[in-house]
């Protein structure tokens, strides 16, 4: 699972190798992979720890990819067994209020990441 620290050290590894290939140092995270190792009830921690990167200033995450629906979890596809309307077939998503909250919780980071900036050009 992600720290904020370990976060932290990822972005800068990331940025790092972009930097090397001359390529722009933004990153997109994809909160729902391997740094929250596929389990969705790991993925607001992780996306805690990227809302405390944002809100310190942090200018190299441009965006979040999350695995939301409408119900938590997944579930298999299984011929002749109906599906549960709203949950995913594919990996384990986070249910539609934990979506609700963390993407509150990350407007709030962004909006506090603008202060900072305006702040540092004052």
Not at 23 to 36: K, Y
Not at 70 to 82: A, F, I, S, Y
Not at 89 to 105: H, S
């Amino acid at each position: 699972m992600a720290t904020s620290r370990s976060l932290l050290t990822r972005v800068a590894e990331a940025c790092q190798a972009l930097a090397k290939a001359k390529l722009p140092t933004r990153l997109m995270l994809a909160a729902s992979h391997a740094i929250s190792l596929k389990n969705p009830a790991i993925q607001p921690k992780v996306i805690e720890d990227i809302a405390v990167q944002l809100e310190d200033g942090e200018q190299r995450i441009v965006g979040v990819m999350i695995e939301s629906h409408l119900v938590g979890g997944r579930q298999e596809l299984v011929e002749g067994q109906p599906l549960v309307y709203g949950q995913s077939i594919t990996d384990g998503c986070i249910d539609w209020d934990t979506t609700v909250t963390v993407l509150e919780r990350l407007a709030a980071a962004v909006r506090a990441r603008r202060e900072v900036k305006v702040s540092e050009a004052a």
